[in-house]
């Protein structure tokens, strides 16, 4: 495959990761598709510092702009054009890369703590007592409720633990999830189109079907005093 071809397929495919890491992101906002829940603040911390949007969203959709019309443009371009472009790509690139790492981060840490929701604290002294907070995330509360190593592996606790929203535990878990799968392809995808501008950059870019870009001879320009002479180095 050609650096103009690759170009082109990692900026297609940062674009339709980004556009996923924006959607779970949204989501995760509106709970069982209710907004009451963002109104009142009770939504979880890693979801509201939106990382699926700038961070895996606006960030990476940026570079798949420039890396995509990089290759794109690739064809047309001569001498220094290409490999300029393919160098823009690699720092777009980075920019990518550092915007996917965050959202995998930030989803990661919302995906081992677990959600913000209703339930009965298992440490009060009185009995039914109901608050709100994050129940997976304190060890001590955990220890209580189960004695699996951690809530994901134990099932039985998702619509058990937390009441309200209703089926947030899923609900998060899979939106985290998605969102850490794309910012880890986004990060792949960032790497190589890295790898692949670094051999834009030294070895030239066109497509395969096309032979590379040769110097052309500049048309002949002559003057009254040496028309004779022209007229002969002309072919």
Request: glycine fraction near 10%; hydrophobic fraction near 45%; proline fraction near 6%.
């Given at each position: 495959?050609?650096?103009?071809r690759c170009s082109?397929?990692?900026?297609?495919?940062?674009?339709?990761?980004?556009?996923?890491?924006?959607?779970?992101?949204?989501?995760?906002?509106?709970?069982?598709?209710?907004?009451?829940?963002?109104?009142?603040?009770?939504?979880?911390?890693?979801?509201?510092?939106?990382?699926?949007?700038?961070?895996?969203?606006?960030?990476?959709?940026?570079?798949?702009?420039?890396?995509?019309?990089?290759?794109?443009?690739?064809?047309?371009?001569?001498?220094?054009?290409?490999?300029?472009?393919?160098?823009?790509?690699?720092?777009?690139?980075?920019?990518?890369?550092?915007?996917?790492?965050?959202?995998?981060?930030?989803?990661?840490?919302?995906?081992?703590?677990?959600?913000?929701?209703?339930?009965?604290?298992?440490?009060?002294?009185?009995?039914?007592?109901?608050?709100?907070?994050?129940?997976?995330?304190?060890?001590?509360?955990?220890?209580?409720?189960?004695?699996?190593?951690?809530?994901?592996?134990?099932?039985?606790?998702?619509?058990?633990?937390?009441?309200?929203?209703?089926?947030?535990?899923?609900?998060?878990?899979?939106?985290?999830?998605?969102?850490?799968?794309?910012?880890?392809?986004?990060?792949?995808?960032?790497?190589?189109?890295?790898?692949?501008?670094?051999?834009?950059?030294?070895c030239g870019v066109w497509d395969?079907?096309?032979?590379?870009?040769?110097?052309?001879?500049?048309?002949?320009?002559?003057?009254?005093?040496?028309?004779?002479?022209?007229?002969?180095?002309?072919?």
């Open positions: 495959m050609c650096v103009g082109r397929f990692v900026g297609l495919s940062l674009t339709s990761l980004a556009m996923v890491s924006i959607t779970a992101n949204a989501l995760l906002l509106f709970p069982n598709w209710s907004w009451r829940y963002l109104t009142r603040g009770l939504i979880t911390t890693q979801a509201l510092l939106l990382p699926g949007i700038w961070g895996g969203g606006l960030m990476v959709l940026l570079a798949a702009t420039q890396i995509t019309a990089a290759g794109s443009k690739a064809h047309g371009l001569r001498c220094c054009g290409p490999r300029w472009n393919m160098f823009l790509s690699m720092l777009f690139s980075g920019l990518a890369l550092l915007g996917s790492a965050i959202s995998f981060g930030i989803a990661s840490a919302g995906l081992v703590m677990g959600p913000y929701c209703l339930h009965y604290d298992p440490l009060s002294n009185q009995t039914q007592t109901l608050t709100w907070g994050s129940p997976f995330s304190d060890r001590e509360k955990m220890s209580l409720l189960s004695s699996a190593p951690h809530y994901l592996m134990d099932h039985r606790l998702w619509d058990s633990t937390c009441l309200e929203p209703l089926h947030i535990v899923p609900w998060n878990v899979g939106f985290f999830g998605i969102l850490c799968l794309a910012g880890a392809l986004q990060s792949l995808l960032s790497a190589v189109q890295i790898i692949n501008g670094l051999f834009g950059c030294f395969h079907k096309q032979s590379p870009p040769q110097h052309e001879t500049p048309p002949c320009s002559c003057d009254t005093h040496k028309r004779t002479t022209c007229l002969q180095t002309i072919p």
